[in-house]
């Protein structure tokens, strides 16, 4: 006989659950592997808000058996661990089994770098174009996503070389003299519109996608003869590093960047 379940109070707790994250990508993540777990119950008749041991350890083991990494299996644990405690500080009258995790190895630190291949890239965009100049320079130099420098407007641009800087979502970041720079050449006159176009034929007023910048980039890596991966992540790394060797404080970079945690910017 099928165990009963509450769906309707697990959506509730799920909800006001993730509510408590602040950060969007934790909320996404921890909100699929919680559901997950609630499908795997659904399937083997338990109920996700009554698991014992013996049902944990049923659920690691499939989720292990599926080839998940002991990271990914760490993590969706933890986030039964946390959903659980956070429903039964709701309501008293449920209760939890402790949740064992797995040890998960230190990551290594992510390759960086260095300053002969920093200098060649920017040596190379600037040979190409005043746009991949800019670009590599918003990347490595003043920290921006691919994704933050894609959406980026002219309008979002104040103040005129060498003082210049980018709004970015809830950010004012001061932009290097020498994106200032390269900036203040490629905007000229414009006024509104996307900062970064795409330059094919016929479309010279639409914004650079995530695709093309990535283009962009490997374009300057070969013009560099760059050949390791060079991508808008490892530019970012490139101005974690050098930041915090000019002795700027971890958590102005973590700002700066836009770290959700600041164990990503010590990494």
């Not at 408590?20 to 008749?45: I, K, L, M, P, Q």
Request: with cysteine; proline share 4%; glycine share 6%.
């Amino acid at each position: 006989m099928a165990r009963p379940t509450r769906r309707p109070q697990f959506d509730t707790l799920v909800a006001d659950w993730l509510a408590t994250r602040r950060s969007a990508n934790t909320r996404a993540a921890y909100g699929t592997d919680v559901r997950e777990f609630a499908r795997w119950c659904a399937e083997h008749e338990e109920d996700p808000l009554d698991f014992d041991a013996r049902a944990l350890r049923r659920y690691r083991s499939t989720v292990e058996r599926s080839g998940a990494s002991s990271a990914t299996v760490a993590r969706r644990l933890s986030a039964i661990a946390s959903f659980g405690t956070f429903a039964a500080a709701r309501d008293r009258t449920l209760e939890f089994s402790d949740v064992t995790r797995p040890s998960v190895e230190p990551r290594a630190a992510p390759e960086v770098l260095g300053d002969r291949e920093a200098a060649a890239l920017l040596a190379a965009a600037d040979a190409i174009a005043v746009r991949a100049a800019l670009l590599v320079r918003l990347l490595m130099l003043d920290g921006l996503k691919v994704g933050e420098a894609a959406a980026a407007d002219v309008a979002d641009v104040t103040g005129r070389p060498p003082r210049m800087a980018l709004t970015v979502g809830s950010r004012m970041i001061p932009l290097h003299p020498d994106t200032a720079t390269a900036l203040h050449a490629y905007v000229a006159r414009r006024r509104s519109g996307p900062l970064l176009l795409s330059e094919g034929r016929a479309r010279r007023s639409d914004r650079l996608s995530r695709f093309g910048i990535d283009f962009v980039i490997k374009e300057v890596a070969r013009a560099a003869g760059v050949t390791g991966s060079v991508s808008g992540n490892s530019l970012r790394r490139r101005y974690v590093v050098a930041a915090h060797a000019e002795g700027t404080a971890v958590e102005d970079i973590r700002r700066r960047a836009g770290h959700a945690d600041v164990r990503t910017t010590r990494r």
